[in-house]
């Protein structure tokens, strides 16, 4: 599951800095993420929410703030905001786009004791 495997990633984040830090116990995590990476609210935190018990970020508040997707034309420099599927230029039509933003997956904040 696509999720799964993001939260693992996230885990290993969050460990490293209660290793750091010497956390007792993490109340909230803040995660920035790009509305291409097609993570979905409720599974992200559902898979969270199993994957932390018995640590100490068991029962912490996973907040998921989205990125939109912003793309610009590489045929007129245009840039715009778009969801999946990508539409076409709004300038000149056509559907080659770098991505500017809309992949990120991190975290901005932890709240610890
Ligand atoms: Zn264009």
């Known amino acids: 599951m696509h999720e799964l495997a993001m939260v693992r990633s996230i885990y290993e984040v969050i460990n490293e800095k209660v ?6 116990r993490v109340k909230q995590v803040k995660l920035i ?11 992200m935190k559902s898979c969270f929410e199993i994957y932390v018990q018995r640590t100490p970020a ?3 508040n996973l907040i998921i703030e989205y ?3 912003r793309v610009m034309c590489r045929d007129c420099s245009h840039e715009f905001e778009t969801s999946i599927p990508f539409s076409d230029c709004p300038h000149c039509g056509t559907k080659k786009f770098h991505i500017l933003s809309g992949k990120e997956l991190y975290i901005e904040s932890m709240e610890v004791e």
């Not at 290793?19 to 007792?24: A, I």
């Not at 509305?35 to 409720?42: N, Q, R, V, Y």
């Open 58 to 60: 068991e029962g912490a």
């Open 67 to 69: 990125v939109p997707i």
């Open 33 to 43: 993420v790009g509305e291409l990476t097609g993570i979905e609210e409720s599974i």
């Open 19 to 24: 290793t750091e830090y010497g956390v007792k």
